[in-house]
């Protein structure tokens, strides 16, 4: 996702993958690449720490990234002490942003309190099946078609319908409400540039972008929000940050 190799249907081959149609459009855009390459050379990045070693109290807040490939994220969603981490840190009422995939592990996590997934009761969005549908129709049909999944971190088995191995489907189905997901409204503002997964949102553009803020809670769909959702959860963390200093 970072150079957009192997994303085009001759992505298996040694020289012609070097050629990206179909991976100069999905792949990270130049500053996004010039961030990661910053991120690597950080300490903190060079020095992760274990999920056992997780303590709600070291930490201001928590974001909670996403991402797709089944063998790279199940590991991610389906650990049972990073859901007990994030549910904890739910229920201290500090602040928690999550994007993409990254919802569906908070929809995963039961809260202590009240036996249900921290987001019963709370305002979300994610990755819709709208767009989920649409990216892995796209590498079917027109990218990896040796690996078709690729953008499904989880398919649809026997007679489920399609989409419920979904984000949008399993995270609604963790909401008090299945209107409790809020995806963008037909009648919004710039309704096409939000949903099509066309554009992405930059620091002079911002229409594309479609977040969600319930509280401390600040959701996105997927990178294309992703400056705005990551102003909106600084905006969350100074408040917070202003309120304990009174």
């Known amino acids: 996702m970072l150079s957009g190799e192997e994303l085009d249907i001759w992505g298996k081959v040694p020289v012609l993958r070097k050629i990206r149609f179909l991976g100069l459009m999905l792949r990270a855009n130049s500053d996004a690449r010039s961030a990661y390459a910053r991120l690597r050379g950080d300490p903190a990045f060079r020095a992760p720490l274990a999920y056992a070693a997780l303590e709600v109290g070291d930490h201001d807040g928590l974001v909670l990234p996403g991402g797709h490939w089944s063998r790279g994220m199940r590991q991610f969603l389906e650990d049972t002490l990073l859901q007990r981490f994030v549910a904890d840190f739910f229920d201290s009422n500090k602040p928690v942003a999550a994007i993409c995939h990254g919802v569906l592990l908070a929809a995963r996590s039961t809260s202590a309190r009240t036996g249900k997934s921290v987001l019963n009761g709370r305002k979300t969005t994610a990755l819709t099946w709208q767009l989920e549908k649409s990216a892995y129709s796209m590498m079917k049909y027109f990218g990896r078609f040796w690996d078709p999944g690729y953008y499904r971190t989880y398919l649809e088995a026997g007679a489920e319908p399609p989409g419920y191995r979904g984000v949008q489907a399993e995270v609604s189905r963790a909401l008090a409400s299945p209107a409790d997901f809020r995806d963008v409204p037909l009648g919004a503002s710039d309704h096409f540039r ?30 294309n929000d992703n400056r705005v959702f990551k102003s909106c959860f600084v905006a969350v ?5 202003s309120t304990t200093i009174k």
């Open 194 to 223: 939000k949903a099509s997964g066309l554009y992405r949102d930059s620091l002079k553009d911002n229409r594309p972008a479609w977040v969600v803020r319930d509280g401390r809670y600040v959701s996105a769909r997927w990178p």
């Open 237 to 241: 963390l100074a408040e917070v940050s």
